[in-house]
């Protein structure tokens, strides 16, 4: 969603009426997306990198989310009665405390909904969600680690003597799975694998995009979702995010059309 300060900036008004400005955009561009027949949303709020921004701003942004995430929680609200789930995506521990319990009950009470799935990218960026991952299946893979006293390794360390090296496990009363004598492997080692990696991405609640649309004529991703859309086209308008509308939402989806059994095909090539 870029472009909202330029808006701002282009018609002398405050920054955070260009920021007012993007969510009304939003609302406008998830209706026809419903409507549409699009199940599955995903919008950049806020990046990790925007608390770079000035205080001010940053401020004003937070005051802003809290405020539009307190109103999904009216039962009066669009997305309650568009049956919309709501999913809020990214490093949330960044976020202050009002802010991030705002943010969990509206998850709360959006979850029975099932019509469709907005998900809400705050405190994310593409990298910091990867390192997650892969923190978490080393985690997950460090558990599972057995020995045959049941002893659970802390750490491995590797010691050379004049004809071998062994691998000694550090342990606490706890699991290993394997020491390795001279290299040859004496226990099987779990090994961390796409599919774990997959599953405790931030995004692992949502299919990867079909469509990425980036306004204000920018073609870079601003580490947004770079794991999930090797296969994905890119739109790129010149209009800044305030001034999204159908059309440019519409030359998108026929874009995608053109190219889908391309992009299928290249899929199945990988």
């Not at 955009?25 to 026809?32: D, I, V």
């Not at 000694?168 to 001279?182: D, P, R, T």
């Not at 800044?240 to 190219?259: D, I, M, R, T």
Request: hydrophobic share 40%; with cysteine.
């Amino acid at each position: 969603m870029d472009g909202n300060r330029w808006y701002a900036k282009r018609r002398n008004l405050p920054v955070g009426e260009g920021h007012k400005a993007g969510y009304w955009a939003l609302m406008s561009l998830l209706r026809y997306c419903w409507e549409m027949g699009v199940k599955y949303v995903t919008v950049y709020a806020f990046s990790i990198d925007n608390f770079k921004r000035s205080p001010e701003e940053v401020q004003t942004l937070m005051d802003l989310l809290q405020e539009k995430i307190e109103g999904l929680l009216d039962k009066e609200s669009y997305l309650n009665q568009a049956g919309v789930r709501v999913r809020f995506i990214g490093n949330l521990k960044l976020l202050s405390e009002p802010v991030r319990a705002a943010a969990e009950n509206a998850m709360k009470a959006t979850a029975n909904n099932s019509k469709a799935v907005l998900s809400i990218c705050v405190a994310y960026t593409s990298t910091d969600e990867i390192v997650h991952a892969v923190e978490e299946s080393c985690k997950e893979k460090m558990d599972k680690i057995q020995v045959p006293n049941g002893r659970k390794i802390e750490r491995v360390d590797k010691v050379k003597t004049e004809n071998r090296t062994v691998d000694h496990e550090v342990a606490s009363n706890g699991l290993v799975e394997e020491v390795k004598v001279n290299g040859k492997q004496q226990h099987e080692i779990p090994q961390v694998k796409l599919v774990d990696v997959e599953k405790h991405m931030y995004m692992a609640v949502a299919p990867d995009p079909d469509i990425m649309i980036r306004t204000s004529g920018e073609t870079r991703l601003s580490n947004f979702l770079l794991w999930q859309t090797s296969s994905c086209p890119l739109e790129a308008p010149a209009a800044l995010w305030p001034e999204l509308g159908l059309w440019h939402l519409v030359w998108a989806v026929l874009n995608f059309q053109h190219s889908h059994h391309y992009l299928e095909k290249k899929k199945k090539q990988v």
